[in-house]
């Protein structure tokens, strides 16, 4: 017995569609891939906008968080909107240890050229 890809529940009553989902997950997985998609999207632009590293970390922590809720998906073989969410997690992540690491060494170089910072 076939069970829906996304609920996990075996599909008795409704079957599942060609995408192995039940009705009601096909239209609550779509709307919610769609949104989820858009929502990094956006915040990967934003991040690559701003100058601000700690800006920057935050927008690509919201795109990494949509990306991996995306790739549950994914993995469960469930055909998204847009393909290849694991390369652009990936890029995110990248993006994001490059980001944060840049801004350790700014930090660092900041409290080393002030040796009195915080204190007067
Ligand atoms: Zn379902």
Redesign the pocket.
């Known amino acids: 017995m076939s069970s829906?890809k996304?609920?996990r529940?075996p599909a008795l009553l409704f079957g599942v569609n060609r995408d192995g989902?039940?009705p009601?997950?096909a239209s609550l997985v779509r709307v919610e891939t769609i949104a989820r998609v858009r929502i990094a999207a956006d915040a990967m632009h934003t991040a690559r906008q701003t100058s601000n590293p700690k800006a920057r970390l935050k927008r690509i922590d919201v795109a990494i968080r949509n990306l991996k809720a995306l790739k549950v998906y994914a993995d469960r073989g469930i055909p998204l909107v847009v393909p290849g969410v694991s390369d652009l997690l990936r890029q995110a992540l990248e993006l994001r240890r490059a980001t944060a690491t840049k801004a350790g060494r700014k930090h660092l170089r900041k409290t080393q050229e002030e040796p009195n910072h915080g204190r007067a």
């Open positions: 829906c996304a609920c529940r989902m039940c009601l997950c």
